[in-house]
């Protein structure tokens, strides 16, 4: 499973924790983000990275090769595209926010 977000979306503070660092440091680096090329990369800056590994993008848990580990894309700006991994838990919590958040919106 893939949870996959598009710029419309409104992300959790965690993500946009995350986004918000990345582009910084992205920005710093010179990459273009004005949409004049197509950027993807990993959501967590590789440079702050301790090991490669399962890590789970919002709780910041290693996961075990034994449990699955579910793909997180997001988009906050276009033509930027970031990726990401959740453990089971967060993917449990991240589709049921997006529900909550889908629900709200349609009441
Ligand atoms: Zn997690």
Redesign the pocket.
Known sequence: MTTVYGPDHEPAAWLRALETARLEAMRAEGVPLDGSADVVTTLRDPSLATSWGRW?S??Q?QVPANESLSGLVTTPLPGVVLAGA??P??AVAETADASASAATGTA
């Open positions: 789970c919002r709780c848990v959740l453990c838990a967060c």
